[in-house]
């Protein structure tokens, strides 16, 4: 679960906010050569403003290669090249933007919580199996699966959490 809960925050990061992080830019995979490789292994990503992101291939033929991951991984950003580096500035986000993303961490929350209810699912059967081989006795059994319960009540609170503060942040204009 705590794994589960560990990536939800890693794909939140990569949702845009009115600031620019290098993270907005993990998911793009650029062809190198022949293999797709992630951004930040062909080229260093740093925002130097709060509304642009700066992007130094480590080869310049990668430009273009760059350039047009960026526009093909669909997340509205026009990067634009000056021949050494590539900026990537963040428009401003429209109301009807920010809803659409609102609508789309509360989609990956979703998802977050339907794994953790599936990490109960597997942590109970192992108690009944334990239980019918005789290792648990049955109040064992029923303390576990109230352990267990408890715990996905706990992680669930926290992506909710999570997702209240992520829909803050992307609300704030």
């Given amino acids: 679960m705590s794994k589960t809960l560990a990536n939800f ?11 620019a992080t290098p993270a907005l830019l993990d998911g793009v995979r650029v062809d190198y050569y022949g293999s797709e490789m992630p951004l930040n292994q062909v080229a260093s990503v740093s925002a130097p403003e709060p509304r642009q992101l700066l992007i130094q291939p480590w ?8 350039e047009k991951a960026i526009l093909t991984a669909d997340l509205g950003l026009n990067p ?20 659409d993303l609102v609508k789309q961490i509360k989609k990956m929350g979703e998802e977050c919580k ?3 209810r599936n990490e109960r699912r597997d ?21 576990s699966a ?5 715990k996905t009540d706990d992680f669930v609170a ?6 209240a503060a992520k829909e803050k942040e992307i609300m704030s204009v």
């Fill in 9 to 19: 925050k890693g794909e939140l990061t990569k949702v845009r906010t009115g600031r």
């Fill in 158 to 163: 926290d992506v909710d959490k999570l997702l």
């Fill in 59 to 66: 080869e310049q033929s990668m430009l273009q290669v760059i």
């Fill in 123 to 143: 942590a109970n059967e192992e108690i009944k199996k334990a239980e019918k081989d005789k290792e648990l006795t049955q109040d064992d059994a029923k303390k």
């Fill in 80 to 99: 634009q090249n000056d021949g050494k580096l590539i900026r990537v500035p963040l428009p401003m986000l429209t109301e009807e933007r920010r809803k």
């Fill in 146 to 150: 109230e352990q267990v319960q408890k």
């Fill in 114 to 116: 339907i794994a953790l």
